[in-house]
């Protein structure tokens, strides 16, 4: 335990590190703008806790197996006859420790330190307009008499689906509505398919018109709705489970989404994965003196599990690999893996 907190916090040091010097520009412009990176920082540790736990818990495990092995421990654990599944019982009861800590910190930590954290980098710290809000499942901004609503925001396609403007006379009467279905934003303007244009007089509807295709029915750019919009990353299982609900009741794709939302529920069992995958490889040490040995090889055994893991969401998202089988492949491969390993151990 003392190895895995001195290698968590090495880490996540590390990360928070990387993402002062990533923003330093703007974190120093200003001593407002230093204290308010101050606190992003704070409010993103959870986050970088979370994600390197997995890494550090593996690289423990091989610290304190080359530790045992050069103190001859092992052999004398071998000798006496116990088995590599009780050498690995405490391990696997840290693991389950761990799992719990994981998804009790993503579902109800996380999501609001991360929006509040976003919320300070983009509107305290960089100054940009709040003008957009996220309520009910829906993304709303107004700008002097016109009222906008959009359905879904896609952050990472930058993609609108279900536009509705709604232009207001000075007695707050509807004077005009436009209805998209899509828009992409392509060369620098938003491109929106299958429009219908309303507009009203005082008898009510005074014409219709459609169009296959239309630009610029709204002027900002996606870095503006990033600023309100959730992030499936960020939501809480519960939240994301909410909201796909909600998007599959009005017809919207929502394959990408299961696909993080399976990714909850997958991410905090890595940590029970490492273990065998640290177990079947630590286990065949010969004696040494380099327990820098451990930490590269951990480092090594978890990029290759990232390369997987994140190959295996693409696929996902891309709708080559069923949302489930993307968000538990890397899991399901390296859990193999790592029985294979510590089943073949010479004992």
């Known amino acids: 335990m003392r190895i895995l907190a001195i290698t968590e916090f090495a ?12 923003h330093m520009d703007i974190f120093t412009s200003s001593l407002k703008n230093f204290s ?18 997995p890494l550090s818990f593996l690289i423990s495990i091989l610290v304190i197996l080359i530790l045992m092995i050069r103190s001859n421990e092992l052999l004398v654990i071998r000798t006496s006859g116990i088995s590599t599944v009780s050498l690995m019982k405490p391990m696997i009861y840290i693991a389950v420790l761990l799992i719990l800590f994981s998804f009790i910190i993503s579902e109800f930590v996380m999501p609001t330190a991360s929006n509040t954290a976003e919320y300070i980098y983009r509107i305290k710290i960089k100054k940009e307009e709040p003008y957009v809000f996220f309520k009910n499942d829906s993304m709303w901004f107004k700008k002097d008499n016109i009222i906008s609503n959009i359905e879904l925001f896609d ?3 930058d993609i609108i689906k279900g536009l509705t403007v709604v232009e207001l006379t000075e007695t707050y ?11 992409m934003w392509k060369d620098g303007v938003w491109v929106f398919t299958n429009v219908i244009e309303r507009t009203f007089d005082r008898n009510g509807i005074k014409s219709v018109k459609t169009y296959p ?30 909201y796909i609900r909600k998007l599959q009741q009005n017809g919207h794709d929502i394959r990408r989404y299961l696909v993080d939302l399976y990714n909850k529920i997958s991410f905090p069992f890595i940590n029970l994965i490492m273990v065998f995958a640290a177990c ?8 040494t003196k380099h327990i820098s040995m451990g930490i590269f090889t951990g480092i090594s055994l978890g990029m290759l599990y990232w390369v997987f893991h994140s190959v295996s969401l693409a696929f996902g998202y891309s709708d080559i690999f069923p949302p489930l089988f993307a968000a538990w492949f890397s899991n399901c491969l390296f859990f193999s893996a790592g029985i294979v390993g510590i089943i073949t151990l010479r004992t």
């Open 280 to 287: 079947s490889v630590g286990l065949r040490y010969r004696k």
């Open 155 to 157: 952050v990472k396609k």
């Open 36 to 53: 308010f990176s101050i606190a992003y920082l704070f409010l993103k540790l959870p986050y970088y806790i979370n994600l390197i736990l």
């Open 213 to 242: 295709k239309m630009n610029n029915i709204i002027q900002e750019p996606p870095s503006v709705f990033k600023v309100a919009d959730k992030n499936p990353e960020e939501m809480g299982y519960k939240e994301l489970s909410r």
């Open 173 to 183: 009467s509807i004077k005009r509505r436009i209805d998209a279905k899509e828009g």
């Open 11 to 22: 880490g996540t040091i590390m990360f928070i590190t990387i993402e002062f010097f990533e």
